[in-house]
């Protein structure tokens, strides 16, 4: 079974090549005239989508992509709405690291925020529509009461409680309009139980400035790590967005892939950086010209990492179809008694918010189960 | 004088920068040389800063910098986006 790649037909033209809009050594190719007026809000809604319109704005601006008056005053107008509604998120982070801070609970920023001012040259290229927020996994449970305490609304319950602290990704909170996703690890399934967790906190992290505040971040390396985890399992197609924040890195950290490497293979995750800066460089046309690329692009996962891998190149993913391999990969015989403990005999309040009825959720658990036994 | 740092952010976009500020609930949004000057304000500068940096980049004279500068910190400050 070889590792299921995106196929570029998934993106309309030229997506691929507004994704790639200012990355030296792009092949992509531009269109010699503006769009007509349909492929052009095709392409808009898909920017939108792949959250790369302020790519589009510059590839209009700088005349990379040809427009019409109206086709850049409407792509202009609609970035400016979608940077006032990141720039509010901002604003909202701000005010939830200072209750973390307060309640003395130490954080990373991830994702958007972050890589946006850290990565970019400028943080107008990269938009987000929530915040992610990691937590050790000890002070997890006290986060949320924190946050909840501050108004959050969980959108799920725990099926036990400490579930989501030993098991589970972390959880999502409901703020004003937004969702938060509180993490403990990068992802659920496998590939996040291999994440030394410890590592993510073992330095002090990287500092970014946010409205007049300093926030913490993920330092370089752990921050490409999840770049890539986020790239490679977090959307089927590929998002866009989350390739550029690969490239992106791959510019800053050049040839200097040692501690990168060292990381993934310590963790044993090798597959998931060398998928998502294979496909990176497939997609966004780039030359794999520098050492952690070459090795990416000749990598070989092996047939159980495909087998991972599988569960999320998929456009149907299921919680629990990934909850079948979690149990599977979880080392200890007592964590898996605790695990398929919680997931058969969940507390009613869980059950509720997922299924209409025990028969509904029969159905569904039998479906999945054969979904999950399929792709081992 | 610089801009003020909390409650406000901004970005850029195309030509122009797009303002939002959460202390009173609102965004604008600045084009042509108010954008340029916008950039400047994000550290400390004065008056004369502004005009020379106005006149250098799009070469116009001393006295039309000044009355647009002026103009434009009036804005800002009765807006409340500079630092006290």
Not at chain 1, 55 to 75: F, H, K, N
Not at chain 1, 210 to 219: D, E, W, Y
Not at chain 1, 266 to 281: F, L, N, Q
Not at chain 1, 354 to 364: K, N, V
Request: aromatic share 6%.
């Amino acid at each position: 079974m070889a590792r299921r790649q995106c196929a570029e037909d998934n993106y309309p033209q030229p997506l691929l090549a507004i994704a790639t809009h200012g990355l030296p050594g792009s092949t992509r190719t531009w269109p010699d005239a503006p769009l007509d007026d349909e492929s052009w809000r095709t392409v808009r809604r898909a920017a939108r989508s792949h959250r790369v319109t302020g790519l589009l704005v510059a590839a209009v601006d700088d005349g990379a992509l040809p427009a019409t008056a109206a086709q850049s005053r409407d792509v202009r107008a609609r970035h400016a709405r979608t940077m006032v509604r990141v720039m509010s998120l901002e604003q909202e982070l701000i005010g939830i690291v200072g209750l973390l801070d307060r309640h003395g609970i130490d954080h990373r920023v991830l994702k958007g925020t972050a890589v946006a001012h850290l990565d970019y040259a400028d943080p107008a290229l990269r938009s987000f529509i929530d915040l992610d927020v990691l937590v050790r996994g000890e002070a997890f449970d006290q986060a949320v009461r924190v946050l909840t305490g501050a108004g959050f609304v969980r959108t799920l319950m725990e099926p036990r409680p400490g579930f989501d602290r030993r098991f589970d990704k972390g959880t999502t909170l409901l703020g004003r309009g937004y969702e938060l996703d509180l993490h403990r690890t990068f992802v659920l399934g496998p590939w996040g139980l291999l994440i030394e967790l410890e590592d993510l906190w073992r330095d002090g992290g990287a500092e970014v400035v946010v409205a007049g505040r300093t926030i913490r971040a993920l330092s370089r390396d752990t921050r490409f790590l999840h770049a890539c985890y986020h790239a490679a399992l977090g959307d089927w197609p590929l998002r866009l967005s989350s390739l550029r924040d690969v490239a992106e890195m791959l510019r800053r950290i050049g040839d200097d892939a040692g501690p990168v490497r060292e990381l993934a293979a310590r963790w044993g995750v090798e597959a998931i950086v060398a998928a998502a800066v294979a496909d990176t460089c497939r997609l966004l046309g780039i030359a794999p010209e520098t050492e952690l690329a070459r090795w990416a692009v000749a990598y070989v996962p092996s047939r159980r990492d495909e087998a991972k891998l599988a569960l999320h190149t998929t456009a149907d993913k299921t919680f629990a179809a990934q909850a079948l391999a979690t149990l599977m990969a979880l080392p200890r015989l007592r964590d898996k008694a605790a695990y398929l403990g919680a997931l058969v005999m969940p507390e009613p309040a869980y059950v509720g918010d997922r299924h209409p009825s025990a028969l509904a959720r029969f159905r569904y658990g039998i479906r999945e189960v054969k979904r999950g036994w399929a792709s081992r | 004088m610089r801009l003020r740092e909390n409650g406000m952010s901004s970005r850029q976009v195309g030509g122009d920068v797009v303002i939002l500020d959460m202390e009173n609930s609102r965004y604008l949004t600045v084009g042509g040389s108010g954008a340029f000057l916008f950039d400047l304000l994000h550290v400390e500068r004065d008056r004369d800063e502004l005009v020379r940096a106005l006149c250098d980049e799009f070469d116009v004279d001393e006295a039309t910098a000044g009355r647009d500068v002026d103009a434009f910190l009036t804005e800002l400050s009765s807006a409340g986006l500079l630092s006290a």
